[in-house]
């Protein structure tokens, strides 16, 4: 089962959310958080294996909560969010957001999304992919990188994980196993000197080894 940290100050969202994870046998709803500043007493009291959490909250906002999750090398984080705050939403990828779904988006879309990111993919919804991205790099200072210092494969995983794949379907593309997929992308982050997979997606897209800014589901 995966654990799943609810963290949303309005109550509706959270039993909305509840009701929905429990029609899922594989995900499981351990606590539920009414504000940002609860999450890392919850961490290290119920152990989740990923945090959804709100964008927006009275007390401490997402980013900020996530930041702080990001410190203590906490469970990865899937932020909930609407279309109307691009930077801010740049600013959760900057703190280290594992993803990104709309509170609207489709119920089999959002199990996809947790049960994604609890796997230790990325997950960056379509309808706004392009515009937190384009927010993300207006914000963070430009590298220069030898692509060259890249093996072919890992340069296949990279294209493929830019273009939103998780794991098993980039395995599946290049017709290697996933615990491959995982060394090649683990030895990429580290020539690129690359933080996450989300980091890793915004490269891709940056050098020019994505045709567009969608998921690619």
Partial sequence: M?????????????????SLIATDRALTVVAECTDGDEVLDHIARVRPDVIVMDIRMRRVDGVTATAAVRQVNGPPVLVLTTFDDDQTL????????????????PGEDILRAIATVADGDAW?????????????????????????????????????????????EVAAELFI??????????????????????????????????????QGR
């Fill in 90 to 105: 740049a600013a959760a990828l900057r703190a280290g957001a594992a993803g990104f779904v709309v509170k609207s988006a």
């Fill in 124 to 168: 960056i919804d379509p309808s706004v992919a392009g515009r937190i991205l384009a927010a993300y790099r207006d914000h963070t200072p430009p590298t220069t990188v030898d692509l060259s210092a890249l093996t072919e494969r890992e340069l296949e995983v990279l294209r493929a994980v830019g273009r939103g794949l998780n794991n098993r």
């Fill in 2 to 18: 995966i654990r799943v940290l609810l963290v949303d100050d309005q109550q509706v969202i959270r039993e909305g959310l509840r």
């Fill in 177 to 214: 196993s996933e615990a491959t997929v995982k060394t090649h992308l683990g030895r990429t982050l580290t020539k690129l000197h690359l933080r996450d997979r989300s980091a890793a997606i915004v490269f891709a897209h940056d050098h020019g080894l994505v045709g567009g800014t969608g």
